[in-house]
């Protein structure tokens, strides 16, 4: 099968289905995981499950940068924000993650300055206005949103704002990948890695992958067509035995990724252990300040206290998240876990598994 840069071509979409249904699947189910969020919601939107033969089963994983974010952090964002003189600004979905015992959402009900931002300039603008108080920014997402992270520190140095800092929660996504395969918990035969994120790291990134477990990995875009076109070269390659990079998001993504933002990254941060959602401590899956940018990390700016975390009972978020479970296997999911009133990340987030089951999946 030859894959094409092309995206909204119906008749393409139906030549790759007709091509899928006619495979032998000579090794069986073929298993394959999604650790993009935004493939999630793409996939339960478009129906693409439905399309797919029965031997092809995609799994949703550890993909969405707020589901990710251990509940430690969230307790530790919610402690931030509890601090006089503290400003809290952070990504929308987050003020509404369920932590220990409250919500970031609940501390602004309750009279703490916690404000959404768009980006993390807007939060470095809110610490030129306000120079008498302290100004926070919770740091979560994959590579994606790292470079704009750092850029913004490197701007704070560059102009004297001292009153800003970041809590660093961030996620490096190929040793996650490497965490789910040691743990043999759920059968993996492929990946379909995001686009965005490789469009910083890299489709050169995932060969370790590769090389080191036998599992192709396939970069795509977010199109349904893109997703399709990654599904059908994954399978390809597996039903011939190949493990391989392939990257079928060429009109964005490059083998050596985006040297700029990888180079901001490198120069204010660096890789440390850092705990996952579900998954636990991954090592050297998370950044942490380098020295000499010390000053702006929030962790160290405040001196936090030993928290001690409740996860939600009942709450299966950890195994949706590593592929053991699906959302209706979940005993409070459409019961008690709703949009409205979330007990789990997953539930919370647009780019949440239990959140795309909630508005796609009909059971």
């Known amino acids: 099968m030859k894959y094409l ?12 289905i007709d091509s899928l249904r006619r495979k032998p699947f000579s ?16 996939i339960f939107r478009s129906g693409l499950r439905q399309l797919l033969p029965p031997a092809v089963k995609l799994i949703s994983g550890p993909g969405c940068p707020v589901c990710v974010t251990a509940n430690e952090d969230i307790d530790r964002a919610i402690w931030l924000a509890r601090q006089p003189g503290v400003i809290l600004t952070t990504f929308g979905d987050l003020v509404r993650v369920p932590g220990s015992d409250s919500s970031l959402n609940i501390e602004r009900s309750r009279g703490a300055d916690v404000r959404i ?12 206005e306000n120079p008498g108080r302290q100004v926070v920014f919770i740091g979560i997402g994959f590579e994606t949103t790292a470079p704009t992270i750092a850029a913004a520190v490197k701007q704070a140095a560059k102009t004297g704002v001292e009153n800003f800092s970041v809590f660093s929660a961030h996620k490096l996504l190929p040793p996650a990948m490497r965490a789910l395969l040691e743990a043999r918990e759920v059968k993996l035969d492929g990946f379909l890695c995001p686009g965005h994120v490789s469009i910083v790291i890299g489709a050169g990134a995932y060969v370790e992958v590769v090389e080191n477990y036998g599992v192709p990995c396939v970069v795509t875009g977010f199109e349904p067509l893109d997703i399709l076109q ?25 083998w050596e990724g985006n040297l ?7 120069e204010i941060f660096e890789p440390a252990d850092c705990t996952w959602r579900g998954i636990g401590m991954i090592p050297k899956s998370g950044l942490a300040f380098r020295p000499g940018w010390e000053k702006f990390d929030a962790s160290r700016r405040f001196s936090m206290p030993d928290i001690r975390v409740r996860e939600h009972p009942g709450c299966k978020c950890g195994e949706v998240l590593r592929g053991v479970l699906t959302p209706p296997e979940c005993g409070l999911f459409r019961k008690v876990c709703t949009p409205q009133d979330p007990k789990g ?3 919370v987030s647009g780019e949440g598994t239990c959140g795309a089951y909630y508005r796609y999946h009909q059971e």
């Open 260 to 266: 700029a933002a990888r180079n901001i990254i490198d």
């Open 345 to 347: 990340p997953c539930m």
């Open 27 to 42: 090794r069986g189910e073929i298993r394959l995981m999604e650790i993009c969020g935004t493939h999630t919601v793409s």
């Open 230 to 254: 990654g599904v059908a070269g994954a399978v390809d390659l597996i039903e011939e035995g190949r493990a391989e990079v392939l990257n079928l998001y060429r009109r964005a993504v490059t």
């Open 5 to 16: 840069d092309e995206y909204r071509d119906p008749k393409l979409a139906q030549v790759l």
């Open 117 to 128: 931002v768009y980006a993390s300039l807007d939060a470095l603008q809110i610490a030129r």
